[in-house]
């Protein structure tokens, strides 16, 4: 087929390449000229594995190309929108102006029969908005609304291979209509076997966001019970295990630490919050607000962790900071904890030096304060405390021994709960984890 992504950010440009690698034409469409040149030339402007070589697949094989002009679009049946929601400046809510814009935009280019796919994750109601909108100015376009599921640093792997399908689907005979070109967009998934589940504008907008508040509150509620296991000399890791084995539980989400950060869970609860209290049903949800504030809280039990093994002493004291993402393999910052970690240690007088494989040069435009090194040995050299906030590989494969001869004092905070404790014990580090005895 032959598809437009409107919006070439993080979820438009991935939504791109991997609509192309399944053999779809693809076109891009962006406002921002230097990210549109970027993608042609073949340059990814962020780290996700394996974007950059199936970009350049799909480039070699002209099977993809990105433009600031949406004109592009023509002869396009299927049109993804991929723009981002952040939050509203001095709001709880969700912006929905790049949608708005985006849709004004597309609007003098389609043509009926015409099918306009939301992916974006907006408030439920904005569809159905969205499809009034295109009933009275274009008619014979059709909406649907098809949430995207994909984790950051699998991208790739979750847009061609999901683990499911959603399609909010237009009432009445489009239907059919809109459900053949979405089967024809992902006839590889469909194909293999992958779940669809078929439904109404609204359900399909809930099934992000309640998703997204589900795995919040579960990444909240062990690290609640990570407080109550330090006070009584507990484990939560074992606690995890225990409770984790319950099939109606599970084991997935439910590891202590510094808490949940990134582009996606912590501007959508607040936006699901909000959207709840306009809709009169806020207190439906009011725990999503102590689902928020206790993975704040994380953020600041690190810091506080980090300055009582020092003694109260943080002035001038050289802190190792092992990771700046807020997750590995990728090298997204937004609303990153370990970097939050970092400048509040930074700004309680230490002397602070971060390290990461792929975040250091966004992390530097926006923090130009804190110090950085792409060595993971500049980073520990006479460090007085280590703390690692972002669980990367080259981090948790780090030799304890190794390190404690780097550091001048070694004292570790595994603020992610991934470290052998007794190896890194029995190299003589002072090893403080998360709710762990």
């Not at 962790?305 to 990728?330: H, M, T």
Request: hydrophobic share 45%; charged share 20%.
């Amino acid at each position: 087929m032959k598809i437009s992504v409107i919006g070439c950010g993080y979820l438009g440009a991935v939504h791109a390449v991997a609509m192309a690698e399944l053999g779809h034409q693809v076109v891009g469409v962006d406002v921002d000229a230097h990210r549109i040149s970027e993608l042609n030339s073949g340059r990814v402007p962020f780290y996700e594995p394996q974007v950059a070589q199936i970009l350049s697949l799909a480039l070699a094989r002209g099977r993809v190309a990105f433009s600031t002009d949406i004109a592009a679009v023509a002869g396009s049946r299927v049109h993804f929108l991929a723009v981002g929601t952040p939050q509203r400046p001095n709001s709880q809510a969700a912006d929905l102006a790049a949608v708005d814009a985006a849709v004004g935009a597309l609007i003098p280019h389609l043509r009926p029969g015409d099918l306009v796919v939301g992916k974006s994750t907006v408030p439920v109601g904005t569809a159905a908005a969205l499809a009034a909108r295109l009933s009275a100015e274009c008619p014979g376009v059709m909406l649907a609304w098809n949430p995207e599921f994909l984790k950051e640093g699998s991208a790739v792997k979750d847009t061609i291979s999901p683990d499911r399908i959603v399609y909010g689907l237009p009432p009445g005979g489009d239907a059919e209509v809109a459900r053949a070109y979405l089967d024809d967009v992902y006839a590889r998934a469909v194909d293999d076997g992958t779940p669809v589940v078929v439904t109404d504008y609204q359900t399909a907008e809930l099934s992000k966001v309640a998703a997204n508040a589900f795995l919040a509150t579960k990444i909240s509620f062990i690290n609640a019970m990570a407080e109550i296991a330090e006070v009584v000399d507990a484990d939560v890791t074992k606690l995890a295990d225990a409770i984790g084995h319950d099939g109606r539980i599970g084991r997935k989400f439910l590891n202590a630490g510094v808490g949940f950060g990134g582009g996606c869970l912590p501007k959508d609860i607040r936006a699901f919050t909000a959207r709840a209290e306009e809709l009169g049903c806020g207190e439906s949800v009011s725990f999503l607000k102590a689902v928020d504030a206790i993975n704040v809280r994380q953020r600041q039990r690190v810091v506080d962790l980090v300055v009582a093994l020092l003694g109260g002493e943080i002035y001038q004291k050289r802190v190792a900071i092992l990771g700046l993402s807020f997750k590995p393999d990728s090298d997204d910052i937004r609303d990153s904890p370990a970097l939050d970690v970092a400048v509040q240690l930074k700004g309680l007088g230490a002397d602070v030096v971060a390290v990461d494989p792929q975040a250091i040069s966004h992390a530097m435009r926006k923090h130009p304060q804190l110090t950085f090194t792409e060595n993971v040995a500049t980073a520990l050299d006479g460090a007085h405390a280590t703390v690692l906030v972002t669980e990367w590989k080259t981090f948790t494969e780090l030799d304890p021994t190794w390190a404690a001869s780097l550091v001048r004092r070694p004292i570790i905070v595994d603020a992610r709960n991934c470290l052998d404790r007794q190896a890194w014990r029995s190299a003589g580090w002072v090893y403080r984890g998360i709710g762990r005895n």
